[in-house]
């Protein structure tokens, strides 16, 4: 059994959390897959977008309870770091990611969703970051995350009070981009995941090494635009772009 299904729709790869029993529970061996999934994928360059969604109705219901508490310290610091990468991978993914919450996103499925750039939710999505009612800190870097898209203020409330949050007003506080009925959402992520995959992937990537880190000071910001920018002038794809503007038609870009 594949804990992570992986399906390639053009140039995006969809990514199925596929544990129906624990309702799709982050254990070791679905963190596993979808950290060497993602590392797949970021290096592919015939993948420009991806895309994480739940099976069964059911987005993540967050880490392994049951495989709760590590055994030691040392085996919960090393539990950790598999977290961290996995988050990594989709934080500083050089691709567009789409996380599709359908059902409840709890505990470290909630922080999967913020790392990515977009999160689409259904009519019946919710989120839950129950952390503080279990004894324990946010995890995923969701402190983080999640701070990056709602505020800060915000994000501190929604951690400390760990309740339950419905998908409309998981848009209106930013926690979620959009929210559509289950039987039309996959078309709307779909239609975002083509025009995504239209735009130029190396100014893609240079756009997500900037965004990754979260809100930026201006130097910080100014340096980065001016590693990648004297590099990105000279590519393939700027002056396919300039072409295409010139000649009012769509870019196809290469990558290169």
């Not at 030691?72 to 977290?83: C, I, M, P």
């Not at 689409?120 to 898209?149: I, K």
């Not at 848009?171 to 239609?191: C, H, K, M, Q, Y």
Request: hydrophobic share 45%.
């Amino acid at each position: 059994m594949a804990f992570v299904v992986q399906e390639k729709r053009g140039q995006t790869l969809v990514l199925t959390l596929n544990d129906p029993v624990s309702r799709n529970a982050v254990g070791t061996l679905m963190r596993n897959e979808l950290i060497a999934a993602l590392d797949s994928a970021n290096a592919n360059a015939a993948i420009r977008v991806i895309v994480v969604i739940g099976a069964d109705d059911t987005f993540c219901s967050g880490g392994d309870l049951g495989a709760m508490p590590p055994s030691d310290e040392a085996d919960a610091v090393n539990r950790l770091k598999r977290v961290e990468l996995m988050i990594r991978l989709l934080t500083e993914s050089p691709k567009a990611t789409i996380a599709v919450v359908d059902g409840f996103a709890v505990g470290l499925g909630a922080s999967l969703a913020c790392a990515c750039d977009y999160v689409f939710v259904t009519e019946q999505g919710r989120f839950l970051f129950p952390f503080t009612r279990l004894g324990l800190m946010p995890d995923g870097g969701v402190v983080h995350s999640l701070a990056a898209r709602t505020g800060h203020a915000k994000a501190r409330q929604v951690l400390l009070e760990g309740q339950t949050i419905a998908a409309d007003e998981a848009v209106r506080i930013g926690l979620a981009d959009s929210v559509f009925p289950r039987n039309e959402i996959n078309g709307a992520v779909l239609t975002k995941a083509e025009m995504l995959a239209e735009r130029a992937p190396l100014a893609v990537s240079a756009l997500k090494s900037i965004c990754a880190g979260g809100p930026a000071d201006l130097d910080h910001v100014f340096g980065a635009e001016q590693r990648a920018q004297p590099v990105l002038y000279f590519s393939d794809d700027f002056a396919e772009g300039k072409a295409a503007s010139k000649e009012r038609r769509t870019a196809v870009f290469t990558g290169s």
